[in-house]
């Protein structure tokens, strides 16, 4: 179809769009019915496979050559970004000749004098936000169509008069409505019913979005214990991933989750499950099995870990998915820090990126920011690593960022209050709290010499604390770490707290990274003697 060209009428109501589901161990049209649950605990850990080595094809190795490229096509959307209408009865969506969105009928006003010459094939339809993106700092008239040409190489409107818009519309210039098909990838610990993971929920959420059955939907189950059963996982996938490849010369993102339970006392991940217990083996031994044959779809992707957090918590096994995360050159990956991640918790965020990231393409490094502000009850159970891949210098490296929930009252730059004196035993017992200060001498005359709070002092107050044990009542201090408060993402009661980033691996970090921009702009120390003064309030 030209651009400019009205499609066919088409219901997103009237008739439900397929679902394309499949599982590796078949590769065939399922029902996904896992369930899924919070991971992590003890297992048993082995070095590697168990079992003598059975001849089966080796996994892929990241990089290897002989991959097809990946193509994108050049879909248009089946519904209008700002208004979230598609073609139902009478209402038409119109091509941008400049970008895959379109609008619909109902937007705006053709004079019903004009509407033949709008379907001439010398015309051509610029959409609102591409218009608005050209003209966001001087106002000009919005005419829609254009003969011949759009307006930046000198076209020339073709209706007699601007085209007149139904409502009020607000839109980021970033945001583009997805237009070529997805793939969601879920590899999954096969044999376990203990996670509920909220996968499933999102992919009913996006199969809305592809109408015409671009949305495919990969269950990949795993159990990599011993050496026949790689050798069965292996088999397995050969028909998937050349069905998935096939998908690929017309699709135009992957997105890849992966589910599983973690070892707390070393952070290895879980292999299989037998006989009602776990076996673990090292990050590296896992992942390099399980995603090893998907190598050449994974490079640029975007990989959620729905993993607890005991992989994190340990330096050994952090560094081994960071260095897996740049062999496979994964784009970007997001992992949870809880000890008993539990999955759901992370329902709404994963929605708020699944619309924003994966419907409205927007850039997640922009976005995430907002994602969090949606997201304080994750906030109250895990903090967030975001990490992204980057080039520096021709080296491929990942910026890693942590970002904690943080409260007034509970949570200050993400650090928990104790929940009970450990002194008395009384709760809810920090009521007195005490801000210090680090004054600083503002360079303008109308703004108050007070500089961001650098510490909290707290004291029990329990009016017998310590009487018993012949002590005083219990103090203690938290002091603001490096990092900053994210602004976009505040709340009336709470927000969100943003650690420095940092880079893997550790050697090409020459520089500290930066921690955001400075909450002293304009303002410098002021001390006597060498010592800095502080200010005391209560809060």
Known sequence: MQPGKEQDQHSMEGAQPPLATYTAAA????????????????????????????????????????????????????????????????????????????????????????RDLTGHSDILFLCLSCHAEHTNKVPTPYYGFYRGSLPAEGGKPALQGFLCMNDMFETASCAVLATAPITVIHFI??????????????LHYLQHYFPNGGYIYLEVPFDVATHRNICVYTGAQEACITQLKSHLTHSGHIFVFFSNHSEEDSGWLFARREKGSFIAMSVSQVLSTVLGLYSGVLQGTMMIFLVCGSVVAHDDTFGELQETLLNYNVGLAIIFSATQFQPLVATNFLLALAEQVVVEQLDISKAFH????????????????????????????????????????????????????????????WSVRVAVQAPYESCEPDVPDQGPVSRYLYACAYPECGKAQGKPSYKFHIDKPPGFLINAAKTKSSGWFQSPSTIFPPSLMSLPASCGPSDTKGKHPRSRDGEVLTKRMHV
Not at 189 to 202: F, K
Not at 392 to 397: E, F, K, Q, S, T
Request: net charge negative; glycine share 10%; hydrophobic share 35%.
């Open 370 to 429: 907002g994602l969090l502000a949606l997201s304080s009850h994750l906030g109250q159970h895990t903090k967030v690593i975001l990490m992204i891949k980057e080039n520096a210098h021709g080296v491929h490296n990942l910026l890693v960022t942590q970002f904690a929930r943080a409260h007034m009252q509970t949570q200050p730059w993400g650090i928990s209050v104790p929940g009970q004196c450990p002194l008395c035993g009384s709760t809810n017992s």
């Open 189 to 202: 610990l096969g044999g376990s019913e203990e996670i509920i993971p909220p996968v499933p929920l999102l």
């Open 27 to 114: 590769c065939s049209m399922v029902r996904n019915t896992t369930k899924k649950t919070a991971a992590g605990g003890i297992a048993k850990r082995v070095s590697g496979p168990l079992g003598l080595l059975a001849a089966s094809p080796v996994p892929a190795s990241p990089g290897s050559e002989g991959e097809p490229e990946v193509e994108w096509s050049d879909v248009y959307s089946q519904w209008y970004l700002i208004c979230r209408d598609g073609t139902e009865g009478d209402v038409v969506l119109y091509e941008c000749s400049a970008c895959p969105q379109v609008m619909c009928s109902r937007c705006f006003d053709i004079p019903s004098d004009s």
